[in-house]
Structures are given as C-alpha cells and as structure tokens.
C-alpha cells in the first residue's frame, strides 16, 4: 500500500471515528493514500456509553490522527431527532423503531461542522459498500456540504474482511481491542442498540442470549409486572413518574426500567436501501414505552380523519428517515404536520411492564374526545339512536345507487 503512488488533491480530512475495528484502520489508511493528508477524527457522542469513549481520543492519536473532537450531542439528538420521529409515528416495515437511522443525520451534521471549523476540505466514513449507512452519510454531505469530498474506503481498498483488517494493523503495530472471535457487529446510541452477524445471519438460529444486552429475556424478568406514568404535552414526553425530566434523562431512565421488564426486543429480516435484505435484533425499551404511550394519548385526542393522516406521515417518514433524506423538503414538511397534529397531545399514560410488553392501561388527557355518556351501553339522555339511520343511507348512498345501476 505504502509503495503505491499516493493520491493528491486531499490536504486535511475529517475521519467519523469510533475506535473501532474498521476506522482504527482507516486512519493509517488515508496517510499511506492522499500524500501530505491531516487527518482530524471526529466522534459522536450520541449516548452509545461512556465506555465507547474512554480513551478514544488517545486511541485516534496513536493511530495518526492530528486532533480529536468528541461532540456531545445527547440531548440534541433525543430532543431534534428522536422526539420530532416518534411523534410523526414512523415505524419502518411495521416493527422498527429506526434507532440507528435517527442518528446518522446529527453525526453526519457535526461532522461537517467540524470540517468547517478545522477548514478541511473533505470527509470520510467507515460504512461499508453494502450498507444504508453510507447513503444515510453521503446524503447528508450531499444537502450540508456538496463542497466536501467524500472518501469512502470501504469501496476503494483491497481489504474485504475483519481478518485483513487485523493483519492490516498487526503490520503497521497499530493497537486494537477488536479480535477475529468477535462474534457480532452492533451500533448503539441512547434510543437502541443493534446486533448482526454471528449465529443471526442465518434465520433459522434463534439468537442466543448472548445477543442481547439492553434487556433481560422476557422469561426472566420479573413476575410481578411495574407500572410508569408518562405525562406528555405537544406530543413529547416530560415527566416519568411525577419527575420533570430532560428528553435524554427522561429516555435513559426508561431505558433502565423497561430493560429489566425484557421490553424493547425484535428480531427482523428487514429490507435494506441498496437492495439485499438483513436480519437484525434490536433493543429498544425506553423508545417502545414512550411510543406505547403517544399512542395511548393518540387515541384520545386525534379524531378518525387527523389519526388516518397521522398514520400517513408515519409511512412516508418511516421511509425517509430510514433511506438518509432527512435534509430534505418533504422531511421537514412531515414534520411540521406531525407537530400541528401533536398541539394537542398532551395528557398522562400508565403502562404496565411485564414480561416483554408495554401495555397502556391508564389514560387521560385535557383534550379527549372520548365521552363516555355518548360512548355508553348503558341509558343515555345524549344521543339519539334513531338518527343512525339516516346517516347510513347517505353514507351507503354510492352503494345503493351502484346496486340499482346494476338491474
């Protein structure tokens, strides 16, 4: 590699860097490739634990970079990001709460804020040619900084395995914590955290225990169930359990309590942007309690029309937040929907954990338009029953008229 004429037109370039395996590698990478390149490392904390961080920065210098910068991003991410996603109700493919998806906007935003602020003139990622997350990346550089060169090396060295990466780092006595026995590859951050790989590659194996780490198997968790109170105003939430929090503390304190309960776990095949489909095992216990329990509020307060919209936006945004266009038009005009429709979901949950579920059981909000003297089975003195007829032979009009048609 080193014997290889090296690549210009690169003088300083900023490395989204995690210390992991595959970025470990792409620093010494970009020195041996673009003659006379600085290389900046950047790290975003997006709440994936203080484990993940420590001696990063000492790591990334070892390994050729110039600077550091470790971003604390938690309370922006779960409040900019998550928060405006979940109340638009986006699901992707039905079952995932998009964890990873969510983050790589903000990273990818930082990152180029950092390459302002060093006057870089290019940026780099370690996503692999197979992924969603290189499009995620690219296209936000694409909406941010289309100025930028992107360098992706997974889709220009030679190296295709964990083993060459090793070998690669083992050459130039580069240290790493990363071994050829890792079994999985996982990202997490405050909402998730993902597992792939490994055993999970096949479907027919149904993962092990040692996949999971957020949450202890449903079989295990308690037996008797626990009960958390959200109060939620425009859609976001505010207190858990009568206590006033921020958005990432309020998360993280979800996280811990629905992780005991086993809730949060999914295993899926999903469909990914670039064509191949992928299994993965997610956790997602304090999102699934707080989307258990907009929903609840949900269902008091948005009359059939607004709640079929709602359900709308969720599908479209599902798919762009998913497919990288955050930094787009229709993103944020979706967005701006979902909050018109949030000003009036406000209002306290109950939701009871047991055993892997989420289950609101209590619920009540200023705005409801549930009524129980209209809703009763009991004698009412506020509706008519026999005004139902006349509305179901306007209603079935087309029908009837379709159906005379037709003799």
């Keep these: ?22 970025t470990s590698a792409i620093i010494p990478w970009l020195k041996e490739t673009y003659d006379d390149c600085e290389i900046v490392a950047f790290c975003a904390d997006v709440g994936q634990g203080e484990e993940e961080l420590i001696g990063l920065h000492e790591k990334a210098i070892a390994s050729g970079a110039s600077e550091c910068h470790i971003v604390d991003l938690k309370e922006e991410f779960v409040a900019d990001y998550i928060y405006p996603t979940i109340a638009t109700g986006a699901i992707y493919e039905g079952t995932y709460l998009l964890g990873t998806s969510m983050a790589r906007p903000i990273i990818a935003k930082a990152q180029v804020e950092v390459a302002r602020k060093v006057g870089a003139d290019a940026v780099c990622h370690g996503c692999t040619g197979k992924g969603n997350d290189q499009v995620r ?21 030679e190296m295709r395995s964990r083993e060459d990466l090793l070998a690669y780092l083992a050459e130039r006595d580069i240290k790493t914590s990363a071994s050829a026995t890792k079994i999985y590859s996982r990202d997490a951050n405050a909402w998730h955290i993902s597992h792939e790989g490994g055993e999970l590659e096949d479907p027919w194996n149904e993962p092990s225990k040692g996949v999971w ?5 449903p079989e295990d968790a308690p037996n008797e169930p626990e009960y958390v109170s959200l109060a939620i105003k425009n859609g976001r939430v505010t207190h858990v359990n009568d206590e ?42 304090g999102g699934t309690v707080m989307f258990a329990g907009l929903r609840a509020i949900e269902e ?44 009036s979901v406000n209002g306290d949950v109950v939701i009871k954990l047991y055993k892997g579920q989420a289950t609101p059981v209590k619920k009540r909000s200023p705005n ?35 159906a005379l048609n037709s003799k």
């Excluded at 780490?213 to 198997?217: E, Q």
């Excluded at 919209?309 to 969720?314: F, G, K, S, T, Y």
């Excluded at 497919?323 to 018109?340: H, M, N, Q, V, Y």
Aim: charged content about 25%.
């Design 137 to 157: 990346f690219e296209g936000c550089f694409a909406a941010l900084a289309p100025d930028l060169k992107v360098i992706a090396p997974w889709r220009e060295w």
């Design 213 to 217: 780490t957020l949450t202890v198997a």
């Design 368 to 402: 409801s338009l549930y009524s129980e003297s209209f809703a009763t089975f009991g004698e009412d003195d506020v509706y008519d029953q026999k005004h139902a007829e006349g509305f179901i032979r306007l209603y079935s009009l087309a029908s009837r008229i379709r």
């Design 244 to 285: 006033a929090l921020s958005p990432y503390a309020a998360l993280m304190k979800l996280n811990d309590i629905a992780g005991k309960h086993g809730v949060g776990r999914i295993d899926i095949t999903e469909n990914r942007l670039v064509g191949m489909k992928s299994r993965g095992c997610y956790e997602t216990p």
């Design 300 to 343: 008091l307060v948005l009359d059939k029309t607004s709640r079929t919209w709602r359900e709308q936006i969720a599908g479209q945004m599902s798919h762009l937040v998913y497919d990288g266009r955050w930094f787009t038009p229709l993103c944020k005009s979706l967005i701006a929907a979902s909050e018109s429709l949030a000003e």
């Design 1 to 22: 590699m080193s014997s290889a004429v090296k690549k210009t037109g690169v003088k300083k370039v900023v490395l989204a860097y995690s210390g992991g395996l595959d």
